[in-house]
């Protein structure tokens, strides 16, 4: 067990390391890095070759790998941001809108696009519940917008923390309405009632 636990770990280092390497020695910079990441990790993978096996030791590499991207996330949010109102910008002469509000809307317009294709895929058959398929398509991962914005160096623009805030309210509200969903489903209306309060 020890040696299937070292042996995907080292595969799953060796490929995480050598991925960005070959992206630049092939010169490909317009594929982001996690992007080829993922594909490197769907080769390997279960739908691939099936080199690596689960085992606890990427488990928790995973779980920690994940809380420290929520954790990055959270911290390239620029705050400062969001107390902007509409001032006057000196040199164009136009009203700075507040990302924040821009960011909501267009999360909004992503969830009602999601809504109406979600009811198509129902109508068409290929998928049952018109509810959790929104869920599923509204959902922006921050696993793939953060390393994508950091790596082009767009975290310090107001279209970079626009960006950012999309993908944090629709990992976010998602994130909630699966969970209300989930409590809805399995009939605890109590449970969903607190965790509604909560939040």
């Known amino acids: 067990m020890e040696h299937t636990s070292l042996t995907s770990l080292m595969v799953v280092v060796a490929i995480a390391?050598?991925?960005?390497?070959?992206?630049?020695?092939?010169?490909?910079?317009?594929?982001?890095?996690?992007?080829?990441e993922i594909v490197a990790g769907l080769i390997i993978?279960?739908?691939?070759?099936?080199?690596?096996?689960?085992?606890?030791?990427?488990?928790?590499?995973?779980?920690?790998?994940?809380?420290?991207?929520m954790f990055l996330s959270g911290v390239e949010i620029d705050f400062t941001f969001f107390t902007r109102g509409k001032k006057r910008d000196s040199s164009t002469g136009r009203a700075n809108?507040?990302?924040?509000?821009v960011a909501v809307l267009i999360f909004v317009v992503i969830l009602g696009l999601s809504y109406g294709l979600s009811v198509t895929l129902v109508n068409m058959g290929l998928?049952?519940?018109?509810?959790l398929m929104?869920?599923?398509?509204?959902?922006?991962?921050?696993?793939?917008?953060?390393p994508v914005l950091?790596?082009?160096?767009?975290?310090?623009?107001?279209l970079g923390q626009t960006l950012l805030l999309i993908t944090v309210i629709s990992d976010f509200v998602t994130m909630i309405l699966l969970a209300?969903?989930?409590?809805?489903?399995?009939?605890?209306?109590?449970?969903?009632?607190?965790?509604?309060?909560?939040?």
């Open 45 to 69: 993978g279960k739908s691939g070759f099936d080199l690596v096996r689960e085992d606890p030791i990427l488990e928790l590499l995973s779980l920690l790998g994940f809380i420290y991207l």
């Open 127 to 131: 998928a049952d519940d018109a509810y």
């Open 17 to 36: 390391f050598l991925v960005p390497i070959l992206l630049h020695k092939l010169k490909l910079q317009t594929l982001p890095v996690v992007v080829a």
């Open 180 to 199: 209300v969903y989930i409590s809805w489903m399995s009939g605890s209306i109590a449970k969903m009632l607190l965790l509604l309060l909560f939040f």
């Open 134 to 146: 929104t869920i599923i398509i509204a959902t922006i991962s921050l696993g793939v917008v953060v």
């Open 97 to 101: 809108i507040n990302p924040f509000i």
């Open 150 to 158: 950091k790596e082009k160096k767009l975290l310090g623009t107001a």
